[in-house]
Structures are given as C-alpha cells and as structure tokens.
T-cell receptor, first 117, second 106 residues
Framework: DTGVSQDPRHKITKRGQNVTFRCDPI?????LYWYRQTLGQGPEFLTY????????KSRLLSDRFSAERPKGSFSTLEIQRTEQGDSAMYLC???????????????FGSGTRLTVV | GENVEQHPSTLSVQEGDSAVIKCTYS??????FPWYKQELGKRPQLIID?????GEKKDQRIAVTLNKTAKHFSLHITETQPEDSAVYFC?????FGAGTQVVVTP
C-alpha cells in the first residue's frame, strides 16, 4: 500500500488520559501535516514537518499537543490530559515539498477518530 | 496567517446542471490553489489544482479558475451527476475553507 497510513483508526479514551497517534506518509513525500476535523467543518491545521523539522505549529494548538517526526519518515501526534473538546477526527496528510513551482497537493490518510469520554 | 473564505456553504443542484463554488483569500504570496472533495465518511481527496501562472485549468467535467487581481478562485462542475454529491474544500497554504456541501438531485 503506497498511501498514507494512520493508526489506530479509532480511539476511545477517558478524559485526562494521554493518547498517541501514528502516521506513515507516502515514502517519497518529505512534507507531513496534521489536521483536526470535526463534523461539518473543514480540516483545521495543527502542525507540519519538512523532513524531520517541525516548521509550523498552529497558535490554536495548546501545549497539551505535541508532534514528532524523528527520522523524517513516520510521525506521532500526542495529546496529553485529553479533554472532551479534543474529540475529533485527526487527519494526517503528506506531500512533496517545495520546488521551483511551489507547493503540491496533499494525500490524506483515513484518519484517527478520537472520542474522549 | 492566511484567511480563506468559501461560499456557498451548501449548494443544491439538479442533475445535469452546473455548480460553482468560490473561495477568496487574503495573502498573495502562495502560488498554489487546490480543491478537495470529501465524500461522507471518507478522507478528503485532491481533485484539481491550479498554479498562479495560469488562469484556468480543466479536467473533464471540473475546472478551476483563478483571478489573482480579485484574489479569488472558483471550482466549476458541469453536467453534475449524483456521484458529485460531497463536501468540497478549497485550500491555500495550510488553511482550508469551511467547505461546501453539494447535493445533486436526480
């Protein structure tokens, strides 16, 4: 499978627990993005990496959220002390990076649906 | 940061008619303008994109037009079919529009 893979597909957790999600991008893609989507809304930007460098993080993102991409391949997104408001679909996407022609479109994974109870 | 406004939020069309969705943006720096389609319960998928060195791009029944002066770009779907029913998102830089729910009625 050469698509973007996310694990797990679903996660139910109790409020206050920590959760970690994993994303495996398309191998040729050096950019990796995390988004959050709630019902009826567009994807909300969280953070993105170019190779292993985290280049931008949303100002809306609290310090309970952290992401890593240690070897420039897969990435993890951790949410500490989960709250009910964290319930959402967490989408990972990857793309080629900038070249002289600018940006490229995303390939999204199927997402991880988080439910905080 | 970039602000992307998308209209309308919902669009109901008769099968065979055309649908047009418009997005306006504030930052002129980026030169890449994609559109994504998200069917119910599925991931968003890139359907068409345009770079700022052209004003229009077509791919079968879908097209995207770009007006850099007015800072807007639009998605055009012609001869709509029931399978075109979905939510469509524009994007610019890292930001997505709020989405347009398109319903094609037979």
């Amino acid at each position: 499978d050469t698509g973007v893979s996310q694990d797990p597909r679903h996660k139910i957790t109790k409020r206050g627990q920590n959760v970690t999600f994993r994303c495996d991008p398309i191998s040729e893609h050096n950019r990796l993005y995390w988004y959050r989507q709630t019902l009826g809304q567009g994807p909300e930007f969280l953070t993105y990496f170019q190779n292993e460098a985290q280049l931008e993080k949303s100002r809306l993102l609290s310090d309970r959220f952290s992401a890593e991409r240690p070897k420039g391949s897969f990435s993890t997104l951790e949410i500490q002390r989960t709250e009910q408001g964290d319930s959402a679909m967490y989408l990972c996407a990857s793309s080629l990076g900038l070249d002289g022609r600018g940006n490229y479109g995303y390939t999204f994974g199927s997402g991880t649906r988080l439910t905080v109870v | 940061g970039e602000n992307v406004e998308q209209h309308p939020s919902t669009l109901s069309v008769q099968e065979g008619d055309s649908a047009v969705i418009k997005c306006t943006y504030s930052d002129s720096a980026s030169n890449y303008f994609p559109w994504y389609k998200q069917e119910l319960g599925k991931r968003p998928q890139l359907i068409i994109d345009i770079r700022s060195n052209v004003g229009e791009k077509k791919d079968q029944r879908i097209a995207v037009t770009l007006n850099k002066t007015a800072k807007h770009f639009s998605l055009h779907i012609t001869e709509t079919q029931p399978e075109d029913s979905a939510v469509y998102f524009c994007a610019k830089k890292l930001q997505f529009g709020a989405g347009t729910q398109v319903v094609v009625t037979p």
